[in-house]
């Protein structure tokens, strides 16, 4: 019979240094607007590290009716 204690322990470390790995991701909330008509169509979040600048992302403006640049805006 397997060492069925230790395999449990492992798996909660396992899931404790998943939940600290979580925490150490920053997650960035941002408004993205719409670069034609100006409105804020998006709130999502973003990476700080992968995108330290301002994100500028093609997405459907509902009041354009299209598909529109839009910004990180604050
Ligand atoms: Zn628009």
Do not use: G, W
């Not at 979580?22 to 999502?44: G, H």
């Amino acid at each position: 019979m397997p060492n069925f204690r230790d395999k449990k322990h492992s798996l909660l470390q396992r899931e404790k240094l998943h939940e600290i790995m979580e925490v150490e991701v920053v997650r960035t909330r941002i408004t993205l607007a719409c670069t034609e008509c100006k409105q804020r169509n998006y709130n999502t979040t973003k990476d700080k590290k992968a995108h330290p600048d301002r994100m500028e992302t093609k997405k459907y403006c509902r009041f354009c009716r299209t598909h529109t640049l839009h910004k990180e805006t604050k």
